[in-house]
Each structure stands twice: as structure tokens, then as C-alpha cells.
């Protein structure tokens, strides 16, 4: 798959230039963005399990974004949820509230209705109602702290396959300082 050319051999130690043709390049794209995948469809899963039973809809919220960052060429997985307009758009109903509610909480405030003169909230009716708030729940980031080694048993199988692409291209790729170990 890869073109290897020996550009300089000297005192029994050689200077090798790899060519990476775009196959590889393909393959590798291509495996790391089904790995990333397969990790958004156990968050995902997850994170439709431990919605409160009262939000019904913010299932159909509930999105992943991958793709690789041409600027870096590191693959990018994005986990969120989607806005009302996006979720319509898409043909499913929307929630009433918005996810960010659930994630963040929301401080107590005055709601005034819109359209209507009285407004019906928790039994009682009136022209403004004094909402006491809610606390944060952070929904999304305990989902993908607390299910940690289910998103990375989810991408071992695609490593591997990156690994024998790698492999039959006779490439190797050098372990950076960078690196985070949990």
C-alpha cells in the first residue's frame, strides 16, 4: 500500500521516507471515525436511559457528531443535543423545554405568558407565576464519565483494525509526550 524509498545509508543507520498514499490515509479516516461512532452509539444509548421520566422528548434531542478536523487531522467526536428547530426539522417532536435546563439548572424566575391573559402552572392560575428553579443535573457529562471504559471497549475492535492497516503500509506511528492516561 505504502511506497518506501531509503534516502540516505550510512554507519549501518538509514534515513527512510514513507509514503502514505492516500489509501491508507482513506482506511485510517474511515476506521477511526466507525471507532468514534461505535463509542456515540454507547453514549447515546446511555444517555436515553437516564433521562428523567418527565422528558419524554428530549430523546429525540439527543445527537453525535464525527468527522475529522482537517486542520490537525484529528478525529473529532462531538456529543450534545439538538435545538427544537433541528429536532422538527427532522420529524420528530421537540421537547417544550430546553435540554440545556436539564444540563445547567436554571436559577428561580418569573414566567409571564405570552399570547394569553392567565396562565395554568402546577395547579394554580395566574398572569405570572414565580418558578422556583432546579438544580443542575449534568446529564451528559456523568453519562460519558461514569460509562468510560464501555466507550473504549465500544472502539478496541476499530483500533485494531487501524493497527493492521498500519501494519500492512509498514507505518509507524510515535508515541507523544502528550498523552493522557486515566
Known sequence: ????????????????FVDTSKEVKKAIE????????????????????????????????IASWKFIDRQ???PTLHIG????????KKGKLPSHASPWWIE????????????????WYKDSFG???QHPGQSARHLLRNTIQNNIGEIRAAQEEYLDKINQVLDAADIEIPETADEEND
Do not use: C
Not at 474511515?30 to 453514549?43: D, F, H, N, Q, R
Open 81 to 88: 443535543f439538538y435545538s427544537w428547530q433541528r429536532v422538527k
Open 1 to 16: 500500500m505504502a511506497n518506501t524509498k531509503t534516502l540516505y545509508k550510512a554507519n549501518g543507520s538509514e534515513v527512510t
Open 127 to 129: 398572569t405570572l407565576v
Open 104 to 119: 445547567f439548572g436554571t436559577n428561580p424566575h418569573i414566567i409571564r405568558p405570552k399570547n394569553a391573559k392567565i396562565m
Open 72 to 74: 490537525t487531522g484529528q
Open 30 to 61: 474511515k476506521l477511526s471515525k466507525e471507532a468514534l461512532g461505535a463509542s456515540a452509539k454507547v453514549i447515546r444509548k446511555k444517555l436515553r436511559g437516564d433521562l428523567p421520566v418527565y422528558t419524554k422528548r428530549f430523546k429525540n434531542h
